[in-house]
């Protein structure tokens, strides 16, 4: 008979858990570009160690369940390990239970609870990526860069991400109060409420701007973004046709997503067979390059792409494809500067690992991490009041002043013809409409967004980093007018004898 004692029996268990949950001859893990791969055979240098920091592993655990101060389930204290022996690693990996898990895959299919937010973890405190618009975050006003330091009033130090995230989701209808610092540690503390609600995220809304641009939104890149995309040029198609001049693809506070549905936007502007990233890893079936399908539909037409510090990842992986093919001008602010790919990876269990396993690379092979995507034209956002211009001296007004003789040969000309003054004067105002009338509109709300095809036009707060996009195409179209072949036949030159 063999004396197995409670203690020794404890740490084989411990070192079959993970033999079998960690990766040592896990017989296949889920990829998330590539689907199912092997389990990697390399043995690491210190490998014939591991039972041994194993059994130290066990001591701890051991020592916990016996004289912790509470009772503690073993459940709690491995998925507890697990996680932060991933955290540890880099702030976008970690261990999802079933729960988690099965939320991750309902958020990426659009529809989820809770806020509405894409957060990360900096120095052990929450930091918001991006509030995902028309959610109950972006309506209580939280911003991208902004800190999370408490939870209903505990604070986030004590927890890990996934925790936070946890106490942040909630039932539909509930209240929460975050305590929100803007602008680093040094910021005042401020409480923001906010009621949690069903998170239906509409990934993509657009408008058609003066019946000849194309606004294009995209909030995030989840199952449904790529089909939005074709809805929003299929309408625009209908509604405007060859009136189109270009697009403005607006992917600020954008967080991510998908890549494989950044890869399909990104196809939607750029010739096929092109690159559109690239993915460089530890291990040779990680290094990848993604190639554009199907073609340019947007025949070519201008783009000018906006980008902020709440874009990142998948937006970030869309705005570098377009600006390294020179296929868009990429405005705004710095991007967030995700450059790393995740693999998740699902465990026997039914909960999952979510490891980052690469980083990827524009199509020139700029890596992004940590660095974001510059934008060719900084445009900050800004708030723009009409300043009416005052009545001073002019030209016109001086003593003895010389006549316009070009106006008094029209005014003559007008008054053959039987206008009046009056009519006059109302198609010289016209002629003097600027920029500054298209942005006064806007601020007035006369070119309010819609939401998609639903037709409620709101009166929005003025956007100057969208006013200068549009701004941008209609300059970009008038001068490529100015510039096209003359199709007037130029008169034949004289033979010389």
Do not use: C, W
Not at 27 to 44: R, Y
Not at 301 to 321: D, F, H, Q, R, T
């Amino acid at each position: 008979m063999f004396n197995i004692t409670k203690k020794s029996l404890f740490v084989s268990l411990v070192a079959l858990l993970f033999a079998s949950g960690l990766g040592f001859g896990v017989p296949a893990m889920l990829h998330a570009e590539d689907g199912p791969k092997k389990a990697k055979e390399e043995e690491s240098p210190d490998a014939r160690d591991t039972f041994k920091h194993l059994s130290l592993f066990s001591d701890v655990m051991e020592r916990v369940r016996a004289d912790y101060v509470d009772s503690v389930t073993d459940e709690k204290l491995v998925e507890s390990s697990l996680n932060g022996m991933l955290v540890s690693l880099d702030p976008h990996s970690g261990y999802m239970n079933k729960k988690s898990f099965t939320e991750m895959q309902t958020q990426t299919r659009g529809e989820f609870g809770g806020l509405g937010i894409e957060v990360t973890m900096e120095d052990n405190i929450v930091k918001v990526v991006s509030p995902i618009d028309d959610t109950p975050a972006a309506k209580a006003g939280l911003q991208s860069g902004d800190l999370i330091t408490h939870i209903d009033e505990h604070p986030v130090t004590e927890l890990t991400l996934a925790e936070a995230v946890d106490k942040m989701r909630g039932v539909p209808g509930s209240k929460i109060k975050l305590t929100i610092r803007r602008g680093g540690l040094s910021g005042i503390p401020f409480d923001v409420p906010i009621v949690r609600a069903v998170i239906k995220v509409k990934s993509v809304k657009f408008e058609l701007k003066d019946n000849m641009i194309g606004y294009i939104r995209i909030t995030t890149f989840n199952e449904q973004t790529q089909l939005g995309l074709d809805t929003a040029l299929a309408d625009f198609e209908k509604q405007a046709g060859d009136k189109i001049i270009g697009y403005v693809l607006d992917l600020r506070n954008n967080p991510g997503g998908l890549l494989e549905q950044a890869i399909s936007v990104s196809s939607t502007f750029l010739p096929s067979g092109i690159p559109v990233v690239s993915t460089k890893g530890r291990h040779s079936e990680d290094n990848q390059s993604f190639l554009s399908r199907g073609g340019d539909k947007t025949n070519g037409k201008p783009i000018v792409l906006m980008v902020n510090g709440g874009s990142a990842s998948a937006s970030e992986i869309v705005a570098g494809a377009l600006q390294d093919h020179r296929r868009s001008i990429v405005i705004g602010t710095k991007s967030f500067g995700k450059g790393s790919v995740q693999t998740i990876i699902p465990l026997q269990n039914g909960a999952a690992m979510r490891l980052t396993t690469a980083r990827y690379y524009t199509p020139l092979g700029r890596s992004i991490q940590a660095e974001g995507i510059k934008p060719d034209i900084e445009v900050l956002p800004a708030k723009v009041e009409e300043i009416k211009p005052k009545k001073g001296l002019t030209e016109a007004d001086l003593k003895g002043a010389l006549i316009n003789d070009q106006k008094k040969k029209d005014d003559k000309a007008s008054n053959d013809n039987g206008k009046k003054d009056e009519e006059k004067k109302d198609e010289s105002k016209d002629k003097k409409a600027s920029t500054d009338d298209i942005v006064q509109s806007e601020v007035e709300g006369t070119d309010a967004a819609k939401d998609g095809k639903d037709g409620k036009d709101a009166k929005k707060p003025f956007d100057y980093q969208l006013a200068r996009a549009l701004d941008l195409l209609r300059g970009i179209s008038l001068y490529e007018k100015r510039n096209a072949p003359s199709t007037v036949a130029e008169p034949a030159k004289a033979a010389t004898p």
